[in-house]
């Protein structure tokens, strides 16, 4: 089994900058495909950002391109997400995801085997 724990989080002002982080125990998630998702309030969980296990090819949501930077730390077993540019329309709950295998859409919520519990981020106008 694999524990995410999402940190980071918080309260900041519209362009400004938030550094989230994902640290995984309980097994090594080297290779392991990582991702990023956030569920706004009264709206569906959607796919933000992934990175495959050597971390390539990293794939963004368009609502995060050119703002948002996924990236991993396999000797910490770490994954991160920069955000910048944060705009009210950002404000959600961010969770990170795992998964083993390397195929099939990194946009599906259902590929994920390991979900964290989430952390808040608020951006006010």
């Known amino acids: 089994q694999v524990q995410l724990v999402e940190s980071g989080g918080g309260l900041v002002q519209t362009g400004g900058s938030l550094r989230l982080s994902c640290a995984a125990s309980?097994?090594?998630?080297?290779?392991?495909?990582m991702g990023w998702f956030r569920q706004a309030p009264g709206k569906e969980r959607d796919f933000v950002a992934a990175i495959a296990w050597s971390g390539t090819s990293p794939d963004y949501a368009d609502s995060a391109k050119g703002r948002f930077t996924i990236s991993r730390d396999d000797a910490k077993n770490t994954v991160s997400l920069q955000m910048n540019s944060l705009q009210p329309d950002d404000t959600a709950i961010y969770y990170c995801?795992?998964?083993?295998?390397?195929?099939?859409?990194?946009?599906?919520?259902?590929?994920?085997?390991?979900w964290g519990q989430g952390t808040q981020v608020t951006v006010s106008s």
């Open positions: 995801a795992g998964r083993r295998s390397a195929y099939g859409s990194r946009r599906s919520l259902q590929s994920y085997d390991y």
């Open positions: 309980g097994r090594a998630v080297t290779n392991y495909l």
